[in-house]
């Protein structure tokens, strides 16, 4: 029975060592995580507006149409909790910092989990490359936890041979989409986006994590911009009233009780057409545009009220 043991470890000694080669060779390639990460390491002393929140940020602000330095920490799927995160990550380290830009969507109070179900792989990237607590002992924080081996060992030698890398953001964190002739998805988009049960525990403890930035925000003399983005009219008319009702009135309630707040309900605003979006919910790139100028408008605003120079 040893023996049997000691040749089956023989035999699959090869294959773990295959298997570490390729994780940490997959560690090794560049991508949105890691290089946002390294970029707020590296600049968070000097920039200026700092943007968050899931695709709807990801895609639809445009950091380079601001006044001053701003970089996009958005990330597909990214919750409100992850946002938390990465603000107090970097805070500290933010001493010119003057507003943040928080989004904040129909489904982000809610309970809908974004980073759940076939989204849930996302969760490990935090681990990996923002040195983010949660979830730090889960069995699935691999990047090899796919079951796609041959794709893995084809992706570390295409960086090792031609220098591809998952980077999809640019210098400033945006992913700028094109406009494009889609087909409206938003019966399937608003599907995913809805609770089937409004959990109120749940809404409260979003609401407090907004709290948490703009409470530490104001103790450093920082503005927070909450933004509702722009939507088409054919994912808005699909929406669950009391759903999108606990948002805006949410947003409204914390900028009332705030000073360094302002909030910006864009979702139907009327200066976004059809070719502003790329699906039905995201901005493609003059969308990202257009909406970056109002953002910066609505800063400029804070800050004369403010008195700040």
């Known amino acids: 029975m040893k023996r049997f043991i000691v040749k089956t470890l023989l035999f699959l000694l090869p294959l773990f060592i295959l298997l570490i080669l390729v994780e940490f060779g997959i560690r090794s ?28 940020g990801y895609y639809g602000i445009n950091p380079h149409a601001f006044s001053e330095l701003t970089f996009n ?12 995160f990465i603000f107090s990550k970097f805070i500290d380290k933010a001493d010119s910092l003057r507003c943040v830009v ?18 849930a792989w996302r969760n490990k990237k935090y681990m990996l490359y923002y040195d983010c607590p949660y979830r730090r002992h889960s069995f699935m924080n691999w990047e090899i ?67 948490f930035i703009i409470e530490e925000c104001r103790s450093r003399n920082i503005n927070v911009v909450m933004v509702t983005l722009p939507a088409f009219e054919t ?17 409204n309630k914390l900028s009332l009780e705030y000073d360094n707040v302002a909030y910006l309900d864009l979702l139907a605003d009327d200066r976004f057409e059809r070719t502003d979006f790329f699906n039905s919910d995201h901005l493609c790139k003059t969308g990202a545009t257009k909406v970056s100028v109002i953002l910066q408008q609505a800063i400029d605003s804070l800050d004369r009220l403010g008195n700040r120079n």
């Open 145 to 211: 936890y796919n079951g796609k081996l041959l794709a893995n060992c084809r992706k570390v030698c295409k960086y090792a041979l031609c220098d591809k890398n998952d980077v999809n953001v640019d210098s400033l964190g945006w992913c700028a989409k094109d406009e494009v002739e889609w087909v409206d998805d938003s019966q399937a988009a608003v599907k995913r986006h809805t609770a089937s049960d409004i959990d109120y525990e749940k809404v409260r403890l979003s609401v407090e994590r907004v709290r």
């Open 102 to 119: 928080l989004p904040v969507s129909y489904f982000s109070l809610n309970g809908k989990v974004l980073i759940g179900g076939t989204e």
């Open 29 to 56: 390639i560049p991508n949105d995580y890691s290089y946002k990460n390294n970029w707020l390491e590296e600049h968070a002393n000097e920039v200026k507006v700092l943007t968050f929140g899931s695709s709807h």
């Open 235 to 251: 994912y808005r008319e699909k929406l669950n009233e009391r759903q999108l009702s606990i948002v805006v009135d949410s947003c």
């Open 73 to 84: 920490a958005a990330h597909v799927s990214q919750n409100l909790n992850y946002d938390k």
